[in-house]
């Protein structure tokens, strides 16, 4: 789940040099896919240590801990982002505060693999969205693909018989949505598009943690990020550390750092192996089951996605703002951002 270090590549991108020479392209593609593994990894890392009584007290532990860093690596930029700038991203924070909740309640209340996949729909829900606003008609293609991604949603929350979807199930739809809604305003918002990516991801996460700090403070909200923290144990600890270190401060940099060594598009296509590393990590580690329903409606969704991408970049290779945003992933929900 990545919400806010989305906005990383995207800004990134528009000042990225030649490309690396071919023969050593693989230094680059390695820690861009190993992000795209420590986001699959993260469903269920954050399902292990996260119950309806504590998603907003995590929120705040996971984030309290790298925004310190964040704040120190970028201080001087920080400071020089004008009072538009900060306006436009505390907003942008604060759609992506609700990304993270329904991601992450989301993810108690269903599978670590129905997760990672549902929430890859924001893939082709976003050109879906921009062309509903733009009134340009996607091509033919991409509403094929939409079209295949949402049969495999079907298909996948149906694994073990034709049911009414999980609450979880919704909750990661109604988060597919609301990271789609992050992605336009990111590139419709005029004031963020020029501010330096560290600090506009900063500002957001910011942003969603004072409304995280806000909703504990409220009662009957679930446990204190206080007494959360007391009572995790080294297992929880190292999940913790894991989703702040691993799939937010790591997952940041090397975007940072790919999109000025190799394309959008390539990163895009490495990045876009998340959902296949959530299903691969529920099923291995989580020992989730999907059923042959499950498996179709996964092999959809994953095939859907891939084919809505390369349809959307074809149409608009280099000009559509919001497939650049597109190419470095919709927004940090819970898990991975």
Not at 26 to 55: E, F, N, Q, R
Not at 129 to 140: F, G, K, S
Not at 315 to 324: I, L, Y
């Amino acid at each position: 789940m990545s919400a806010a270090v989305a906005s990383a590549s995207a800004s990134a991108s528009a000042s990225a040099p030649a490309l690396a020479p071919p023969r050593r392209a693989w230094l680059t593609d390695l820690p861009v896919l190993a992000v795209a593994v420590v986001w699959g990894a993260s469903y269920l890392a954050a399902k292990g240590i996260t119950t309806t009584h504590t998603v907003i007290a995590v929120l705040v532990l996971r984030f309290a801990i790298v925004l310190p860093v964040l704040v120190a690596t970028g201080w001087r930029k920080l400071r020089a982002l004008t009072g538009a700038q900060w306006r436009g991203a505390g907003l942008l924070g604060l759609v992506l505060s609700g990304i993270f909740l329904l991601e992450t309640y989301g993810v108690v209340h269903t599978s670590a693999t129905n997760a990672g996949l549902i929430i890859s729909l924001t893939m082709v829900f976003t050109p879906l969205a921009e062309a509903a606003v733009t009134r340009v008609r996607p091509p033919a293609s991409f509403v094929a693909a939409a079209g295949l991604s949402v049969a495999g949603v079907i298909l996948l929350t149906q694994g073990g018989g034709f049911t009414s979807p999980s609450a979880g199930d919704l909750l990661m739809l109604l988060a597919a949505l609301a990271r789609t809604v992050h992605v336009l305003a990111m590139a419709r918002i005029k004031a963020v598009r020029s501010a330096d990516s560290l600090s506009l991801t900063t500002v957001q996460l910011g942003s969603a943690v004072a409304v995280f700090a806000v909703l504990a403070a409220l009662p009957g909200t679930g446990a204190s990020p206080w007494s959360v923290a007391a009572d995790f144990g080294p297992r929880e600890w190292a999940g913790l550390i894991f989703l702040s270190v691993f799939c937010t401060l790591f997952a940041f940099f090397v975007q940072m750092w790919s999109v000025r060594r190799t394309s959008p598009s390539r990163v895009s296509l490495l990045l876009g192996t998340e959902p296949l590393w959530a299903a691969a990590v529920g099923v291995s580690l989580g020992g989730e089951r999907l059923g042959a329903l499950g498996v179709a409606g996964a092999v959809l969704v994953l095939a859907g996605t891939a084919w809505g991408r390369r349809s959307a970049e074809g149409a608009e290779r280099g000009t559509g703002p919001v497939a650049d945003r597109v190419a470095g992933r919709g927004a940090a929900g819970p898990t991975s951002s």
